[in-house]
């Protein structure tokens, strides 16, 4: 697997690729004065996931890192665990799937019968009782400096992305202190965090030092799966649901949205945050250039 290096913005272990083959599609159109374009578009994909012989779901996705995308689904629905045994994850491109093989016998079928459509923008779903995965989550009181999260949020914004170029997608970044480590999109943000979360358990990456930062909107859906992983901090350009805010306090995850340029709101956890930088030396955000739209 070929890793994108950015020595200029950070050094990433997983960077986004945005001339990656497959990812996006160029069509032709005309824009709101009549000329002739040619727009570059984010390409869906179905993907099935199974674990072991049984059929799991069948997820949209832009097709990159399905491997990581099938751990990390069946981590957050709690068919996975660390301790498991994980002997194969075989991909088949042509099929369209992919199968996730252990040493233990799994047998979910009673946990799919129950399942809830979240909020999504590519409509995720989740198997059981949402809360059930959060007994006995206690998340570790690691501190996170605010001159982190600003230089976290101007290296992020600066990463070349399938955003920038197609627009129609959501970004996720593992972080450790002010470096980004692995960004990944996809056309559901919950897809994004799976990948995150698929890395981390195939790589036996700890979570307790990491804060994990999304382009999408804080809900409940984002809340659950990020402290099921583990991880303290969840951060986002984005606003807030109020059942995401409100299951990040049950569980002492620090929730920090609305960051841009001096500006963050933080709703949950802020006993984590060290304010060791003055807003007023932080550089506004500059306007973001627009996404291509024809050539």
């Not at 709690?78 to 996730?100: K, Q, R």
């Amino acid at each position: 697997m070929q890793l994108a290096r950015l020595d200029d913005i950070g050094d990433y272990l997983i960077a986004p690729d945005p001339g990656a083959a497959r990812l996006t599609r160029a069509v032709d159109g005309i824009d709101h004065e009549g000329n002739r374009i040619t727009a570059s578009v984010v390409e869906e994909r179905p993907l099935t996931i199974f674990l072991n012989a049984q059929e799991i779901v069948t997820a949209m996705t832009i097709g990159d890192y399905p491997d990581y995308l099938a751990l990390g689904f069946l981590r957050n629905q709690g068919m996975l665990s660390a301790a498991d045994d994980i002997t194969g994850v075989d991909y088949d491109e042509e099929l369209e799937t992919v199968i996730v093989r252990t040493a233990r016998k799994t047998d979910y079928e009673e946990k799919m019968r129950k399942k809830t459509r979240t909020s999504g923008c590519a409509v995720g779903t989740v198997f059981g009782d949402m809360m059930a995965g959060l007994e006995g989550v206690s998340l570790p009181t690691t501190p996170v400096r605010t001159s982190w999260l600003y230089a976290l949020s101007a290296k992020i914004n600066r990463t070349p992305s399938l955003y920038l170029e197609a627009g129609a997608i959501h970004g996720t970044v593992l972080c450790h202190e002010d470096r980004p480590l692995v960004y990944m999109e996809d056309v559901g943000r919950h897809n994004a965090v799976d990948k995150i979360a698929g890395w981390m358990l195939s790589e036996a990456v700890s979570a307790e030092d990491k804060i994990l930062y999304t382009t999408g909107r804080l809900t409940s859906e984002m809340v659950i799966k990020t402290a099921i992983m583990g991880i303290p901090v969840l951060a986002s350009r984005s606003g807030f649901t109020a059942w995401g805010v409100e299951i990040a306090q049950q569980v002492g995850l620090t929730l920090i949205g609305r960051m841009k340029g001096q500006r963050f709101v933080c709703l949950s956890g802020e006993d984590r945050l060290i304010r060791d930088a003055d807003p007023a030396a932080v550089p506004q955000e500059p306007r973001r250039a627009g996404r291509k739209s024809g050539t």
